[in-house]
């Protein structure tokens, strides 16, 4: 079975970039068949999609996010990551990475790590 | 303000059955399959139904979903203490060309 786990800061400033990786273990990062992808959690709010990205590099992307995000795969550490630029307290959120069927369905997710934008 | 609509809140006692529902639009519900998802703090999310109703291995066949028109359900059956949890429904929208999430529906089994 598929294990994920994310890794990176858990506290970013305003106005810099949040970086997160996504450890992939017991199996490979993304397939054909399969998407890396991420969703995040506000406090108090629920789930929002950020994006996917396939094993061919191709990518998808919350459209009101589009402008700050890039997603990569690097195949040869197994993980996938993400970039969000320009963060602000908005972005303060749980982020999850997940393996997707076909970029929309979320079969495997990690633990999620918090992550906070403040000064 | 989620695209998909969710009752806030659901409550059933042991042993009971709980309709959680999802509303949404032609443009997501309406031309998609919905999947569900259960949220217990500190844990990862779990896929409970995808393609509207079908149970990934694993998951007991207590729970089910469907889906008509532009709206889905989710049936808990049988309720237990452990089904405590935020579930949230999702779909592709093809107006917004992205996955959309509902609010999410906080169950209390009292």
């Known amino acids: 079975q598929v294990q994920l786990q994310e890794s990176g800061p858990g506290l970013v400033k305003p106005s810099e970039t949040l970086s997160l990786s996504c450890i992939v273990s017991?199996?490979?990062?993304?397939?054909?068949?399969?998407?890396s992808s991420w969703i995040r959690q506000s406090p108090g709010k629920g789930l929002e999609w950020i994006g996917y990205?396939?094993?061919?590099?191709?990518?998808n992307y919350n459209p009101s996010l589009r402008s700050r995000v890039t997603m990569s795969v690097d195949k040869a550490k197994n993980q996938f990551s993400l970039r969000l630029t320009s963060v602000t307290a908005a972005d303060t959120a749980v982020y999850f990475c997940?393996?997707?069927?076909?970029?929309?369905?979320?079969?495997?997710w990690g633990q999620g790590i918090a992550v906070t934008v403040s000064s | 303000q989620s695209v998909l609509t969710q009752s806030p809140s659901a409550s059933g006692t042991p042993g009971q059955r709980v309709t959680i529902s999802c509303s949404g639009s032609s443009s997501n519900i309406g031309s998609n399959a919905v999947i569900w998802y259960q949220l217990l703090p500190g844990t990862a999310p779990k896929l409970l139904i995808y393609s509207s109703n079908q149970r990934p291995s694993g998951v007991p066949d207590r729970f089910s979903g469907s889906k008509s028109g532009t709206s889905a359900s989710l049936a808990i059956s049988g309720l237990q203490s452990e089904d405590e949890a935020i579930y949230y429904c999702s779909t592709w929208d093809d107006s917004l060309k992205g996955v959309i999430f509902g609010g999410g529906t906080k169950l209390t089994v009292l």
């Open positions: 017991s199996g490979s990062v993304a397939t054909d068949s399969h998407y």
């Open positions: 990205i396939s094993y061919s590099g191709s990518t």
């Open positions: 997940a393996s997707s069927v076909g970029g929309t369905t979320f079969d495997i």
